[in-house]
């Protein structure tokens, strides 16, 4: 259990750029990957990005691959999440998620249920 505090969400126009940051409970951070998930009005919550405890490993959805980059830095107990070409399909809640590594630097989650611990969310919102 590891609490969590999305920021940098708003309203950009279409090709515009965000930058999201999620803020964790320093004592815990470092034992944990990080991710994000999204979820639109009417759909279900969708995995967009994730980094391994150790911070050399990466993955993210193919919607989002060339143009979302998630990183992190365990010094400010922070992981982000840099947007860039966004759609009005991008538009949605993210939310910042935690999963315990259980000493597996290395590990990349992207299941829903890998991840024990969520954000209240911040909203993007992409015009056209």
């Known amino acids: 259990q590891v609490q969590l505090v999305e920021s940098g969400g708003g309203l950009v126009q279409a090709g515009g750029s965000l930058r999201l940051s999620c803020a964790a409970s320093?004592?815990?951070?470092?034992?944990?990957?990080m991710g994000w998930f999204r979820q639109a009005p009417g759909k279900e919550r969708e995995f967009v990005a994730a980094?391994?405890?150790?911070?050399?490993?990466?993955y993210s959805a193919d919607s989002v691959k060339g143009r979302f980059s998630i990183s992190r830095d365990n010094a400010k107990n922070t992981v982000y999440l840099r947007m860039d070409s966004l759609k009005p399909e991008d538009t949605a809640v993210y939310y910042c998620?935690?999963?315990?590594?259980?000493?597996?630097?290395?590990?990349?989650?992207?299941?829903?249920?890998?991840?024990?611990?969520w954000g209240q969310g911040t909203q993007v919102t992409v015009s056209s």
């Open positions: 320093e004592r815990t951070f470092g034992g944990y990957a």
């Open positions: 980094i391994s405890w150790s911070g050399d490993s990466t």
């Open positions: 998620v935690a999963a315990r590594s259980g000493g597996r630097l290395h590990w990349v989650p992207r299941a829903l249920t890998d991840f024990g611990s």
